[in-house]
């Protein structure tokens, strides 16, 4: 006899939309007669491991809906990265509680998670249908159009340079912005998005997609600066040299390290502050100033995309259909139809699980140096509506008497 017990939980860095996705398994699931408890478990896959439930079933749908518009993961997250003994924890967690759908939302380590999980069950004989929901501000899920969570990261960034361009123009001077992205640029190209007139910043964007030169960039801020006076600069946190090695290694004296073994990039604020010191100290421009964006573009409440939300609410739903309607586990991608609306598949959970999508080369200019008017038209309708615009004085100039 079926339990109808299904278990939902959330992994990896939270983001703006991730709860809509949350929010839309439960309702949806609830819609189906046969559902007899929706569980969810906190902190991630460690919360499977050790049995930290909640029954989501008993939530009223209003409070929900408030969950649904509120950032950050509401059953918390973890950055637990399981492998195959760890995966057989959690099987055995979900078979003890006789949970026969499991839903992860996630990024590229939660996918893959998912699907040892599925073959573990499979090779079990036991009916677990497992479904990858995704999300990540990386926007480096292969096989999507984009990730929910990266629109509403893009918005903030988009409009964090804007604010910061006209700080620069007003002051003159250098200014260095630091975003996450520690193998794709996706998030980092977003400041592009934020121009408005020809001489605004960010005049130099730097990838992870493209071989980062010290000497190069150097000559690049002093003919931008020479140019126009100033420049306004984003960088990714994940470029590197030629070798692949990372700048923020190479430039500091001592570098951090999280759980995992990664180099600490964009957190905590060295690679803005090392690039600043090698601007002021070979270029002997004096005001030179560095920001890093951190943990402000994943989940700041008031820049929040609305496509972003619908489509993080749909991906949640469909991920339920496909596990109610369908006869296979898989990963929910988005797909782009017309000018822009989106679709829903589900992909192969092998087709996604550990891959890692970069940007695309016709979204970078030749120079290396900033992005092409393809990648505006792709970003453009994910940002969602109302977004802010900056305006300049028309000045008629007074013809000058004592300074002629």
Known sequence: MPSGKILVAQGGGPTAVINQSLVGVVLEARRFQHVTRVYGALHGVRGIVNEDFVDLTQETSHNLEMVAATPSSALGSTRDKPDAAYCEQIFEVLRAHEIEHFFYIGGNDSSDT????????????????????PKTIDNDLVGSDHTPGFPSAARFVAQAFAGANLDNAALPGVYVGVVMGR??????????????????????????????????????VQATHAQYGRCVIAVSEGIHDASGEAIATLLA??????????????????????????????????????????????????????????????????AVQFAMWGDRCGSVAIKRTGYYSADYVLLPLADVAGKTRTMEDEFITASGTGVTDAFRLYLRPLLGSGMPDAFRLRPAPVAKILKK
Not at 200 to 205: A, E, F, R, S, V
Not at 207 to 213: A, C, I, K, Q, W
Not at 264 to 287: N, P
Request: glycine letters at 10%.
């Open 183 to 220: 193998h794709a640029g996706f998030l980092t190209a977003a400041s592009a998005l934020g121009k408005k007139f020809p001489d605004d910043g960010p005049h130099l964007i730097y990838l992870p997609e493209r071989v980062f030169s010290l000497e190069q960039f150097l000559a690049d």
């Open 114 to 133: 998912v699907r040892i999980v599925s073959e573990r069950a499979r090779a079990a004989g036991y009916p677990l249908r497992c479904i990858h929901i």
């Open 253 to 318: 004296k001592e570098v951090e390290r999280d759980a995992h073994g990664n180099v600490q990039l964009s957190g905590t604020g060295a690679l803005a502050d090392l690039l600043c010191d090698q601007i002021k100290a070979r270029l002997g421009i004096k005001r030179v100033r560095g920001d890093t964006f951190g943990y402000l573009q994943r989940s700041f409440i008031g820049c929040v995309s609305d496509v972003d939300q619908r489509e993080a609410r749909e991906v949640g739903e469909k």
